[in-house]
């Protein structure tokens, strides 16, 4: 068994790719000299490429060896475990948050929205996107019975390091949270609609269509 910073030092995504396209959906909500927070930043990749339109960012998370790029690439970041801690903030001194692919993995969501509310501006920004449990792709594996990519262990397997998943979301649940937590929702969009089995036929119209069929969901929301 692994404990929970052995296993975010060992990566489950790929994280150049997630990196591009989430840089690409924050450049629409960036203005300059913003002052942003990026929850669980790895190796500060999404960080730099903020950096670089005049951002003032910060990066948390809970890797030492991942946050040790970090500060390689010059962004200030800190060691924190966020699930059920205060962030070591001050009250509204953030533009925008962005949480990628780190909801899922915490106990007590409604606590970590709290503190994200806490830490933004009036009109602040949060994105945040979680793999969506209601995609198309989980729907066709459970129609023929197969385990739809939910972990039942954190044993680490050569062929399938697990994502270490505690919380699953579909489209209705996400966005109820959310505006229990007095967040305003701008928009929830998706990435990519999987059509097959295998996951090697997508379609990125059919995830802007419908989103609560899309592989991972991405909320844009307001204080």
Same mark, same amino acid.
């Given at each position: ?6 296993? +975010? #030092?060992?990566?489950?995504? $790929?994280?150049?790719?997630?990196? +591009? ?16 927070? $990026? ?12 950096? +670089?339109?005049? #951002? ?9 060896? =991942? ?6 690439? #010059?962004?200030?970041?800190? @060691? ?14 953030? /533009? ?44 066709? =594996?459970? @129609? &023929?019975?197969? #385990? ?8 680490? /397997? ?11 979301? &579909? ?19 998706? $990435?990519?609609?999987? @059509? $097959? =089995? +295998? ?25």
């Amino acid at each position: 068994m692994v404990n929970v910073k052995e296993f +975010n #030092n060992q990566r489950y995504r $790929d994280e150049y790719g997630f990196c +591009n396209q989430h840089s690409i959906l924050l450049q629409k909500y960036l203005k300059k000299e913003y002052n942003v927070l $990026d929850i669980g930043c790895g190796s500060g990749l999404l960080a730099a490429s903020i950096k +670089n339109n005049v #951002n003032n960012v910060v990066g948390v998370d809970l890797s030492f060896s =991942m946050l040790k790029h970090t500060l390689e690439k #010059n962004i200030p970041c800190c @060691l924190a475990n966020i699930d059920g801690i205060h962030l070591s903030f001050k009250d509204k001194c953030f /533009d925008l948050v962005f949480a990628g692919e780190i909801i899922e993995h915490l106990y007590d969501t409604s606590f970590f929205l709290r503190e994200i509310k806490r830490v933004l501006k009036e009109s602040g920004i949060l994105i945040l996107t979680t793999p969506n449990l209601a995609s198309l792709g989980r729907r066709l =594996m459970l @129609l &023929v019975g197969k #385990n739809p990519l939910i972990e039942s262990s954190l044993d680490i /397997d050569s062929e399938n390091i697990p994502a270490g998943h505690i919380r699953y979301f &579909v489209k209705s649940a996400l966005e109820k949270l959310l505006i229990k937590s007095g967040f305003e929702i701008i928009k929830i969009s998706s $990435d990519e609609v999987i @059509l $097959d =089995m +295998n996951g090697r036929i997508k379609s990125v119209l059919l995830a802007k269509l419908f989103p609560e069929i899309g592989r991972c969901l991405i909320v844009v929301c307001r204080t």
